[in-house]
């Protein structure tokens, strides 16, 4: 859902700046995510970016043998999204403007309404700092977002400022690599293009930029992770534990590093607990 929102807008900025400018790209994205938000909160805790998905594995608040379930289906929506612009969106808006050439580079490219491409004024490491930096940020907030004993968001408005993040990350930080943030949002539909006729240019431009969408988040997002726990998350007094929390059901009990490096910094006595998964579900995973 996201991606068919998010790709559809970048492809009318491309082929027609009369329908489409950057403003309604980031638009796209960002209200993508929050309606992907509102549809599978609840279900599965809106999964939708496998940066975010390792982050929270790595830090404990997902167990990892759901990570491998949860990728399959980020990549898997995410091809059938770039097919489903290609072929019921821009076919022939595509060739029209790039005059019957599929072209990854020069002034009729098209391969950058599907994924991300190194500008000029970029080298590969800028880069890839770039996205790991981004990605940071965005896990940062995430948790700030979630975190019912911090400043979180208001019950009911969390999937409108978790899009509302989105947007800004665009908005503010787009000029330099377009802002993938999400391997599944750059690989799946850069597999498309090379099947659909773009040709091996779509991995090996800018020196071969496609595993940078990949790598550059997840270490980003593990990262901005650490950063809130260790320095906003530790500081946060904490609920005690009560013994009925560790019993919950079909839940998995489990005590989120948040609460164990509070415990471990500020040397309390007891253990305390993070608020119930199911409370914020939506919101760390996505």
């Not at 080298?123 to 940062?140: D, I, S």
């Amino acid at each position: 859902m996201v991606q068919v929102f998010g790709l559809g807008s970048v492809a009318h900025m491309v082929l027609n700046k009369k329908y489409g400018s950057y403003l309604g790209v980031n638009l796209g994205f960002g209200f993508g995510v929050t309606m992907g938000l509102h549809m599978a909160g609840r279900i599965s805790g809106a999964h939708m970016n496998t940066a975010v998905s390792f982050a929270n594995c790595a830090l404990g608040h997902v167990p990892w043998r759901k990570f491998p379930v949860y990728v399959l289906g980020q990549f898997l929506g995410s091809f059938l999204a770039a097919a489903t612009i290609y072929i019921c969106v821009s076919t022939e808006a595509i060739l029209h403007f790039s005059g019957g050439e599929l072209m990854v580079t020069g002034p009729v490219a098209t391969a950058g309404i599907f994924a991300t491409y190194l500008p000029d004024h970029m080298t590969l490491w800028r880069g890839f700092l770039n996205e790991e930096w981004l990605t940071g940020m965005l896990q940062l907030c995430l948790f700030a977002i979630t975190d019912q004993e911090n400043n979180a968001a208001l019950p009911g408005t969390q999937a409108l400022v978790i899009g509302i993040l989105v947007v800004i990350i665009g908005v503010s930080h787009g000029i330099n690599t377009g802002y993938a943030i999400n391997p599944s949002w750059d690989l799946p539909p850069s597999t498309f293009t090379f099947i659909a006729g773009w040709g091996k240019q779509v991995f090996s431009d800018a020196e071969n930029w496609w595993w940078v969408p990949v790598v550059a988040p997840l270490l980003g997002a593990s990262l901005g992770g650490i950063i809130y726990l260790v320095f906003i998350g530790s500081t946060i007094p904490r609920e005690p534990l009560k013994l009925e929390d560790s019993v919950m059901g079909s839940h998995e009990p489990m005590i989120s590093p948040l609460t164990l490096i509070s415990v471990s910094l500020a040397n309390r006595s007891s253990v305390h607990s993070a608020p119930p998964l199911h409370e914020s579900m939506a919101l760390e995973h996505f």
